[in-house]
Every structure is written in structure tokens, then in C-alpha cells.
Nanobody, 114 residues
Framework: QVQLVESGGGLVQAGGSLRLSCAAS????????MGWYRQAPGKQRELVAS???????NYVDFVKGRFTISRDNAKNTVFLQMNSLKPEDTAVYYC????????WGQGTQVTVSS
């Protein structure tokens, strides 16, 4: 059974930082492309950042320079370091593992107050 469990969300003031974690079980993330997505109320889920099995990273424009995705294959965990947070970053953040199949976590709420 595959599980992705996100943690690290919470309430933070604008300009603050949070570090999200996504712990995987049932798969080895070392062979997966891992991604972080987010969904704000009333909006579609959108890609935030991804990292391939080779370590190549991709960021959407609105987080470039502020967010960093990384992976620790030994811990089977992916991270998203979020700095300089803005109120518009408020959303539920989801972790996804993609190879042939796609697996999603349950999400973690991030709320940024102004």
C-alpha cells in the first residue's frame, strides 16, 4: 500500500518560512518524479515544483527564488522549503509521486497572514 504523508504546514505571517515534508511508504521515491502542488479555495490544483529521480528541478514562476524542492532518498522523503511567503501562497499543499502510476498525499494546509 502506497502512502504519501505531508507535514509541516501551518499558519505563518507574510515574509515567514515553512518547510513541508512528504514521507513516502510502499514506494521508493528514488525512482519517481516527485512534485508539490497546491490548491487554493475555489481554484484548480496547480504545480508548484518538481524534482526528477536524477535531481533536476522545475519551479513555476511565482515561486522561483522563494521555494526549494529537495529529496532525501535515504529517508524516502521530499521537502519543500518555502521562504518569503505571501498571502497568495495560502493553499492546501499536496505531494505527488509519478512514475507509471500517480500517487497523492492527503495535503497539508498552509495559511499566510498579511
Amino acid at each position: 500500500q502506497v502512502q504519501l504523508v505531508e507535514s509541516g504546514g501551518g499558519l505563518v505571517q507574510a515574509g515567514g518560512s515553512l518547510r513541508l515534508s512528504c514521507a513516502a511508504s510502499g514506494i521508493l521515491i528514488s525512482i519517481y518524479t516527485m512534485g508539490w502542488y497546491r490548491q487554493a479555495p475555489g481554484k484548480q490544483r496547480e504545480l508548484v515544483a518538481s524534482i526528477t529521480k536524477d535531481g533536476s528541478t522545475n519551479y513555476v514562476d511565482f515561486v522561483k527564488g522563494r521555494f526549494t524542492i529537495s529529496r532525501d532518498n535515504a529517508k524516502n522523503t521530499v521537502f519543500l522549503q518555502m521562504n518569503s511567503l505571501k498571502p497568495e501562497d495560502t493553499a492546501v499543499y499536496y505531494c505527488k509521486a509519478h512514475l507509471l502510476a500517480r500517487y497523492w498525499g492527503q495535503g497539508t494546509q498552509v495559511t499566510v497572514s498579511s
